[in-house]
């Protein structure tokens, strides 16, 4: 055989020297670009990019890990997207806690599963018992729940669960026996997680099973309006099969009233799901945990510990009240976890088989600093938030379009003179803009009917300053953006006008 017949390096005992070394040298490349991040990305172009990546011929190996380690270092970590990055302030991805970090190399190497006991023993402890943690964070006496990918996970696990109580056990009277897909109604509101329709769609709801809840001005669900909505719902026969309430809207960063939603679920016997997948940092918040008051009425609650728990892709959890709940979607397999097994195997309560044990991170962080530094975090964001909001209040060129619960910043650049017309057309090329440059990133969404720009504020670490500085440059960029597209409408007109 040729000597340099390519080897698979497995990580095994042989090769524990190889992986601190190998491992090593990833985190050192790594440490160097986070010292040396000056903008939250490169402006190298997007075609740029794809032309690297393309150029690279998969079925040709280095033949060295040494040097795939580099390859990736300068392929993919100079060019990425840094979420600690002060201007970094288009989504919902957060900054990562340093002990969490440091649980996830160890998960990369141990490469648990926490589908069967098995497979993870002291893993399913550990996952087991944050899980608990965060149940009785939330106030539940005697809850349960499991960890997932994400919010999208959590929520469309919360759907079926809810569809499931609908469908198998039927509703209280059964005077029309069980009620079918088509029967069923899920209450939301125009501001709900965008997971919400399309988990109705998988559970094969049909599409006017999402019934959107009028809100108030802010986009929070009004209690009286589900009330009614439910009622109407009834009166055509239709069965409610969940109530989802959101703990930090994605767009707005609202929280639903839950303690009145809470009230109209336990009247009318309804499933409520609480998504704060957004908001759930508030559960461990020093001085706005009372805007989560309710939220242990909830049958689920969906928390997503990588936004504002600070923990890295992925750590999410679905929480329910009724640990019996989770057996609403049970499957038994004779190789895995037959119906009489005496050990507790975490398949039985998820929708995933293989799966990662997350809980690690959280474990870790929670060890290191506490809770309360988690939720001291976030209220920093919070109040910087509230600073920004002020801020642009008062800019001259920048109008603030909704307020906020939570870190979200919905503005638009429109100084006195500029149209609605000319501001909305703004919305998009300032965002691609700024994302070209990659010195500061934004979003941009639509409320009420008009598209405008948002910021999303996730970072402990950046300061009113920093963020209003950002500001300044979007601001500085709109008014270029505008006075180019002005002229160039103006060249436009004037060749039309000489050509004719
Ligand atoms: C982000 C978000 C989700 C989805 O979570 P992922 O982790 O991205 O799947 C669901 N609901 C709300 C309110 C969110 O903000």
Redesign the pocket.
């Known amino acids: 055989m040729n000597s340099v017949t390519p080897q698979l390096e497995i990580l095994d005992t042989d090769r524990a020297e190889r992986y601190r070394d190998l491992v090593g040298a990833a985190v050192a490349h790594t440490a160097d670009r986070f010292a040396a991040v000056t903008t939250p990305t490169t402006d190298t172009p997007a075609a740029t990019l794809r032309a690297r990546v393309e150029s690279i011929d998969l079925d040709a190996p280095l033949h060295s890990a040494e040097a795939a380690v580099d390859e990736v270092d300068g392929l993919f970590s100079a060019e990425a997207v840094w979420f600690h990055h002060p201007a970094s302030l288009a989504h919902?991805n957060c900054p990562v806690a340093l002990p969490a970090v440091a649980a996830e190399a160890v998960l990369a190497a141990v490469n648990p599963s926490v589908d069967t006991w098995d497979q993870s023993r002291i893993g399913t402890e550990i996952e087991r018992r944050v899980v608990r943690w965060a149940t009785e964070t939330i106030g539940f006496a005697d809850g349960d729940g499991v960890f997932t990918?994400?919010?999208?996970?959590s929520?469309l696990h919360a759907l079926l669960l809810a569809r499931q109580a609908a469908t198998l056990r039927g509703p209280a009277s059964g005077r029309r026996g069980r009620p079918s897909l088509d029967d069923l109604v899920v209450f939301a509101t125009a501001s709900s997680?965008f997971?919400v329709r399309k988990s109705a769609m998988v559970l094969g709801l049909p599409e006017h099973a999402v019934v959107d809840v009028a809100t108030d001005a802010a986009g929070r669900m009004r209690p009286d309006a589900l009330a009614h909505a439910i009622a109407d719902a009834r009166r055509e026969g239709r069965t409610p099969m969940a109530v989802i309430a959101?703990a930090?809207?994605?767009d707005r960063g609202c929280i639903d009233p839950l303690e009145p939603i809470a009230d109209v679920c336990d009247l009318e016997g309804a499933w409520l799901h609480v998504?704060a997948?957004?908001g759930c940092g508030l559960l461990v918040s020093p001085t706005r945990r009372h805007l989560l008051d309710g939220v242990e009425r909830a049958r689920s609650v969906?928390a997503?510990f990588?936004?504002s728990f600070f923990q890295p892709v992925?750590s999410?959890a679905l929480l329910v009240r009724v640990p019996e709940d989770l057996g609403l979607a049970a499957w038994h397999a004779d190789y895995l976890n037959p119906e009489d097994a005496e050990e507790p195997n975490q398949v039985d309560k998820s929708l995933q088989t293989t799966r990662r044990l997350d809980a690690l991170k959280l474990w870790a962080s929670l060890r290191a600093s506490g809770a309360e530094a988690i939720g001291r975090a976030f209220d920093t964001v919070i109040d910087v938030a509230g600073r920004v909001h002020e801020h642009v209040r008062r800019h001259p060129e920048l109008v603030l379009v909704a307020p906020t619960d939570l870190s979200t910043v919905l503005f638009r650049w429109q100084p006195d003179d500029v149209s609605d017309d000319d501001a909305d057309a703004l919305v998009a090329p300032l965002r691609a803009a700024l994302l070209a440059e990659g010195r500061v990133l934004i979003a941009k969404t639509v409320i009420d009917g008009r598209p405008c720009n948002k910021l999303t504020l996730l970072n402990p670490g950046a300061t009113e300053d920093q963020v209003v500085a950002a500001l300044g440059h979007v601001a500085a960029t709109a008014r270029r953006l505008h006075v180019e597209r002005q002229r160039s409408a103006r060249h436009a007109t004037e060749t039309t006008g000489a050509r004719r």
């Open positions: 919902l990918s994400g919010g999208s996970q929520n997680h997971s959101t930090g809207t994605t998504d997948a957004y969906t997503d990588h936004k992925s999410s």
